[in-house]
């Protein structure tokens, strides 16, 4: 098994748990789903590497604030589905890398990522998360 080497705008297969199935008891997800990786960093030298994911998802969003469209052509160069997919500002996922919700892409066994989400995406996401935690701050959810 190789793992990617974490980085912002990175994106994984991933058991990606709601806040609302978490609100509700859960403490596992109730399926595997690209996310982008926001925050890798190490707090010590040898440490962890703490991780923050923002979810894909193809249900389109209630509050059209909360989320960016990934734009088709992403999609084909990540290699996934043809259907319109979000990425989501309001849900964020936090564990030490690589955790226990990491999981390989169906039919690529030995990958675990999708590739990287171009630096203008990657921006819009972030900058849709630091505007969206001035409006609703939300934490992410301790996932380790």
């Given at each position: 098994m190789t793992l990617?080497?974490?980085?912002p705008g990175l994106?994984?297969?991933y058991a990606f748990l709601w806040?609302?199935?978490?609100?509700?008891?859960?403490?596992?997800?109730v399926k595997d789903r690209p996310c982008a990786i926001v925050v890798a960093a190490r707090s010590d030298p040898g440490g962890d590497i703490?991780?923050?994911v923002a979810p894909i998802t193809h249900t389109p969003p209630?509050?059209?604030t909360a989320s960016i469209e990934i734009p088709s052509d992403v999609c084909r160069m990540?290699?996934?589905d043809?259907?319109?997919?979000?990425?989501r500002f309001d849900e964020l996922n936090r564990f030490?890398?690589?955790?226990?919700d990491l999981r390989p892409i169906p039919g690529r066994a030995a990958a675990y990522d999708y590739g990287m989400l171009p630096p203008n995406l990657f921006e819009k996401l972030k900058q849709g998360i630091l505007r969206r935690q001035k409006e609703r701050p939300i934490k992410p959810l301790p996932r380790d």
């Open positions: 990617p080497v974490p980085r994106v994984v297969r806040s609302h199935e978490a609100e509700t008891g859960a403490v596992e997800a703490r991780t923050i209630l509050d059209p990540l290699g996934l043809g259907d319109r997919q979000w990425l030490a890398w690589p955790g226990f």
